[in-house]
């Protein structure tokens, strides 16, 4: 089946310092992925929607130049936490649309997260 | 404009019992629903999709879930809760797509007592 991977899953920085996070779809390609943001007890809020090739768009209320999004190839977006602030910590997950068929056609698969602390 | 609203945010059942999580949806056209599953620090994992094809759907790990479109339900259900079923469950939904603009509820999180 489709695979995502995510990494790191944890991570943690100092204040100011900047965190890139990886994700990679493993055995198909994804010209889109998604970003999400979990804070605790919560749901998942989507952030931001990584396109291959173009500008990466954003939710409303999402700061592009605090998250930036490069989707570099079909295979791989990056988010990149930029200044961290403590406010930022948070759990971050990604996930690609599998275009192809079968069970597992147009349905979202998710990466394991990565849990980011500012300190 | 679409939502998903999950009824309880906590669930607890006894191992073996029945294991029924609530979720009602809004959409302004025939929607694709959503159930997925998350373990502590991980990702969400897909137990089962409705997309306009039979109204009860059969999911992994035993669970199934209803269509209902008089009621815009789509609970989940499993007949025995099994100890490894404690999780946190999401419902969602998506009218444009399979995956576009998903929208997910707060989750229910399941206890299962043994």
């Known amino acids: 089946g489709a695979v995502v991977s995510q990494h790191p899953s944890r991570v943690i920085c100092k204040s100011g310092t900047s965190v890139k996070i990886e994700c990679r779809s493993l055995d198909f390609q994804a010209t889109t992925m998604f970003w999400y943001r979990q804070f605790p007890k919560q749901s998942l809020m989507l952030m931001a929607t990584?396109?291959?090739?173009?500008?990466?768009?954003?939710e409303q209320g999402v700061e592009k130049d605090k998250f930036l999004i490069n989707h570099a190839s079909l295979t791989l977006s990056t988010l990149t936490v930029t200044s961290a602030h403590p406010e930022d910590s948070s759990f971050y997950i990604c996930?690609?649309?599998?275009?192809?068929?079968?069970?597992?056609?147009?349905?979202?698969?998710f990466g394991a997260g990565s849990r980011l602390t500012v300190l | 404009a679409q939502s998903v609203t999950q009824l309880g945010s906590h669930v607890s059942v006894s191992e073996g019992a029945l294991v029924l999580l609530r979720c009602n949806y809004s959409s302004s056209v025939p929607p694709y629903l959503f159930w997925y599953v998350q373990y502590p620090n991980q990702g969400l994992q897909l137990l089962l999709k409705?997309?306009?094809?039979?109204?009860l759907v059969k999911g992994i790990n035993g669970f199934e879930a209803e269509f209902k479109k008089s009621e815009t339900s789509f609970h989940l259900t499993k007949p025995s809760a099994h100890m490894s079923d404690a999780a946190e469950y999401f419902c969602a939904v998506s009218s444009s797509g399979g995956y576009q603009k998903v929208t997910f509820g707060t989750g229910t999180k399941l206890q299962v007592i043994p």
């Open positions: 996930s690609a649309p599998n275009d192809g068929t079968g069970p597992g056609a147009n349905v979202l698969t």
């Open positions: 409705y997309t306009s094809a039979a109204t």
């Open positions: 990584s396109n291959e090739g173009s500008k990466a768009t954003y």
